[in-house]
Each structure stands twice: as C-alpha cells, then as structure tokens.
C-alpha cells in the first residue's frame, strides 16, 4: 500500500469554483506538494487527516486533472471536517493521506454531487474509526504549532 502518504504545503486561492457554494470548502495545495502522490496518480477521493493551525482532523481530499493547466498538473483539495470561523489561505496544511475512497465521477445534477460528498465524509469518518487510523493523528509529520 501507498499509504500513508505525507503532504504538506501554503494553502492556496483556488478558483472559488464548488467549494464554499457546494457547502464544502477545499483548501488548495500549491503544485510542488503534490509530488508525494504524484506516483500514486490515480484521481478521485481520498481520506485522511489534516493539520491547518493545531488541530490534527479528519479530512476527505480529492486528487484531479487540472483544466487550467491542460490537464497536465494534478492538483489536490482538501476539505477538513471540522467547522472553521474564519478563512486560512497562506497558512501551512500538513496531511497524511490514508485511503482511497472512488474515482471522479460525473454529475447530472448538483444535488447528486453534494450528497456524494456527504457520503465520502461518513466514509472517511468510519474508516478514521478503525484504531490502526487513530495512531496516524499522532504522527510526527504533525507537528504542534501555536
Ligand atoms: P478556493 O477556490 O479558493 O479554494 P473554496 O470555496 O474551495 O475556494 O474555499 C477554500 C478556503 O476556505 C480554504 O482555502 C480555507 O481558507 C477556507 N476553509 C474554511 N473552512 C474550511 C474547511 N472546513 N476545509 C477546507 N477549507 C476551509
Ligand atoms: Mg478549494
């Protein structure tokens, strides 16, 4: 297994597509972070856990083909179960990636992609579960920032 795979890089402005609309805000990582999955490459949605300040939480990230650049750069999201007051672009996200939950896929409707979404958070939540999981929220790559 791939997993688990660490990331870590400045959150950035995305281009405001989905995200806050859809109720599920991503948090963009910058182009070099990626590498670490780069090998994996298979696109779709994955869960793990994120660090945006000192928190370690659950998170669903998805992995895609980035159409602003041809489809030639991955590009990684990652939205973080947890409700936050305030925005944190700039700041450092650290992830350990853990799992891969389904492909991308195609939505007729919008309602079909947000209850997709509310599916891949239980998913990520129940796998998260699993005490081998828990261990991870401890890792060393997150470090305790204040
Ligand atoms: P963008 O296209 O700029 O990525 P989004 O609508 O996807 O816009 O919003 C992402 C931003 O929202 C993140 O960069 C972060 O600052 C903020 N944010 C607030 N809550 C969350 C959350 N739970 N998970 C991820 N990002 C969040
Ligand atoms: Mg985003």
């Not at 400045?10 to 806050?20: D, E, I, L, P, Y």
């Not at 696109?43 to 928190?55: N, S």
Request: charged share 25%; hydrophobic share 35%; glycine share 8%.
């Amino acid at each position: 297994s791939p997993f688990p795979i660490a990331l870590a890089g400045q959150v950035q402005k995305g281009f405001g597509r989905g995200g806050k609309d859809l109720g599920c805000p991503t948090a963009n990582l910058p182009d070099e972070s990626i590498t670490p999955i780069s090998s994996v490459a298979k696109t779709g949605v994955y869960y793990g856990y994120a660090q945006e300040d000192i928190q370690v939480l659950p998170m669903v990230m998805s992995l895609g083909w980035n159409p602003f650049y041809k489809n030639k750069c991955l590009t990684a999201e990652i939205h973080v179960m947890h409700d936050f007051k305030t925005d944190f672009y700039g700041f450092e996200m650290r992830a350990l990636v853990l799992g891969y939950i389904r492909p991308e896929l195609d939505y007729t409707s919008r309602e079909a992609l947000i209850e997709d979404i509310e599916v891949d958070k239980r998913v990520a939540l129940n796998c998260l579960e699993r005490p081998r999981y828990q261990a991870y929220a401890n890792d060393p790559h997150f470090s305790l920032r204040s």
